[in-house]
């Protein structure tokens, strides 16, 4: 009884600061995978600030007519569009694209190619058969199941040497079977369609962690 308020404290304080805990255990699982690519450990924090800050930066790549001429209103905003706009935008995103395959990039010297390929193949097909347009977002897909595929294909393909392969045809499968697949079946509505952002992000990101449990 006597103990009840502060223990009430306690529990309300650990609830509040849960969302921060898991944040923070998510920057450390993807630090810890970094490494485990080969990056240095103040390198792999700087790009996992860069990805977490390029989620919100996409390039416009092109413009696309849409059946509204009414405008959109963006739920919030996103660096280099207005608020406002009557038309859809095909972009990059910064995190979700452009530094991800940097990495894949840098790791591609370190795995054979021909396993690579046959992987990113298939992990690309499975992707794109369980990815959903979402108007004004861009394309949704379970946020596990990219790495998972990966990852088995990686250690099937590649059992001595399966991070690399993992990481590149998780990556490259979730933009092309995903993305650039469906390019051509997003729905005519205004807003911006981001290759790597949105509904995607997550499973890139997530590629880089379960990755690295295979090294």
């Known amino acids: 009884m006597f103990f009840l308020p502060f223990s009430l404290m306690l529990l309300i304080l650990f609830i509040l600061f849960l969302p921060l ?43 696309r007519p849409v059946d509204s001429i009414e405008s959109f209103r963006f739920p919030f905003d996103y660096f280099g569009f207005p ?7 095909i972009a990059i995103n910064v995190g979700g694209a452009i530094i991800p ?9 370190k795995a054979p190619l021909g396993k690579i390929l046959i992987a990113t193949v298939i992990s690309s097909l499975i992707v794109h058969s369980l990815a959903r347009p979402v108007p ?3 394309i949704a897909i379970p946020v596990f199941i990219p790495p998972l ?15 690399p392969v993992a ?13 650039l697949m469906n390019l051509g079946s997003l729905p005519s509505t205004p807003g911006i369609m981001s290759i790597g952002g949105a509904g995607v992000f997550d499973g890139i990101f997530m590629v880089g962690i379960i990755s690295a449990l295979l090294g």
């Open 83 to 89: 608020r406002m706009t009557g038309k859809q935008v």
């Open 21 to 63: 805990l898991f944040f923070l255990l998510h920057i450390q699982l993807a630090g810890a995978a970094l490494t485990k690519l080969g990056i240095a450990p103040s390198t792999a924090l700087l790009i996992i600030f860069l990805c977490l800050i390029g989620s919100a930066i996409n390039i416009p790549l092109a413009n």
């Open 136 to 138: 004004a977002v861009g």
């Open 101 to 109: 395959l940097l990495i894949c990039l840098y790791l591609l010297p």
């Open 167 to 179: 990481y590149i045809s998780g990556v490259l499968g979730v933009l092309i079977g995903a993305d």
């Open 149 to 163: 595929v990966a990852a088995a294909l990686a250690l099937i393909l590649s059992p001595r040497n399966p991070t």
